[in-house]
């Protein structure tokens, strides 16, 4: 998450920015999309709101058009009440054609209350703009005039490793854990309820190598002092910085406690390995 990384000088709405695709509609557009047998969902913008729409039928966007924002909007458009105001909706093919429900199920967000959010600032994710695209899940966001880093959960499925690497956050900011981006609050779209996301600071820095082997080492025996086992010490989970090695992405991370007595140990070992991987694994794509 360098700030070095070629950073787009036009920002551009987050909400619009996940699919570079032309839209059918000005004020709608197909964000990002999950897709099983006979199972399609699709998280869009309409309007100033983000949406979801489930659908049970294959037939209802051909094979062809299910990955292309132009092409499933004009197909999700003659769904019965697409029109209307909804947060969700849910298409199948009954005894008469198709047939639509509004708000059958609930969009996803965090669990606020395992989380101290007494103190949060909280931010809507409409009023964000994309500086650049990290990974599917992460962005470069600008917010109260100051750069900072997006993490979302597109949907549902994703929750779980947000909210884990939310509660470390949250210790390691509490516990004074000198060497991980400072948090910065949470993103929602529409309501609170509805948190996918949080911001945490944007800091210089580049993946290391194996001449850094001895500040990465330093920094993941100091975060097992702190109490916790990183979980995924691939290469691009560190950045270099003038402070030494800082450590990202915490959806993997456990309490020391919770581990065997070897973990430790076994986490470290593990670095030169990681550091001398070329393959690529772990790297965030813009």
Known sequence: MSSSDSDSNDTESLASSLQPTVVAYPDEEVLCLDLE??????RIRKGNRIV?????DGDVIPPDYRTDSYRILLHLRKVPRWEEEWTTIT????????????DEFKPHGL??????VSTAKFYNISDLSTVFRIGARVFRVKGDGEIWILKIAQFKHEIRYLQQEVA???????SGFPLAPRFIGYAYE????RTIGFLMEDIPGYPPDIRNLEECTRTIRLLHAF??????????NFLITDKGAHVIDFEST???ADVDSEAASREVDVLEVNLRDESGRGRKHG
């Open 37 to 42: 047998e006979n199972d399609y969902l699709y």
């Open 52 to 56: 979801y729409a489930r659908i049970f």
């Open 91 to 102: 298409v199948r093919r009954g005894a008469h054609g198709l047939e639509s429900t509004l």
């Open 111 to 116: 669990n606020l209350a395992k989380l101290d």
């Open 168 to 174: 470390i956050y949250s210790e390691l900011s509490e």
């Open 190 to 193: 529409d309501t609170r309820e």
């Open 227 to 236: 109490g916790f086992i990183h979980g995924d010490t691939n290469r691009y």
């Open 254 to 256: 456990v309490a020391l």
